[in-house]
């Protein structure tokens, strides 16, 4: 019922940057939280950075000061650019949504398909 679409995922130099973009669509009647998660190989997936209906952000040690989350309520996206990139950085990423849909104003979390960050020389 709810759609998550990614971009902006791609190869990059050390110290190099992307913006990431993710849409919702679908039947949704309200976001509360909108965040992006990574994911290597043979690890657990982790947490990136947080953005709350409103605008209170949060992120990992490791991206502070380096990535910016932000949201378009209007477009029901979320983005993150990310500045400096380093090589630790080389990770699937994942967006995620939560909120409410419409009509039985369930609860929902859906998880967008993954894109590829690769920074290498």
């Known amino acids: 019922q709810v759609q998550l679409v990614e971009s902006g995922g791609g190869l990059v130099l050390p110290g190099g940057s992307l913006r990431l973009s993710c849409a919702a669509s679908?039947?949704?009647?309200?976001?509360?939280?909108m965040a992006w998660y990574r994911q290597a190989p043979g690890k657990e997936r982790e947490l990136v950075a947080r953005?709350?209906?409103?605008?209170?952000?949060s992120y990992a040690d490791s991206v502070k000061g380096r990535f910016t989350i932000s949201r378009d309520n209007a477009k029901n996206t979320v983005y993150l650019q990310m500045n400096s990139l380093k090589p630790e950085d080389t990770d699937v990423y994942y967006c995620?949504?939560?909120?409410?849909?419409?009509?039985?104003?369930?609860?929902?979390?859906?998880w967008g398909q993954g894109t590829q960050v690769t920074v290498s020389s």
């Open positions: 953005i709350l209906s409103g605008g209170l952000t």
């Open positions: 995620n949504v939560h909120g409410t849909l419409l009509g039985s104003r369930a609860s929902f979390s859906s």
């Open positions: 679908g039947s949704i009647f309200s976001i509360y939280a």
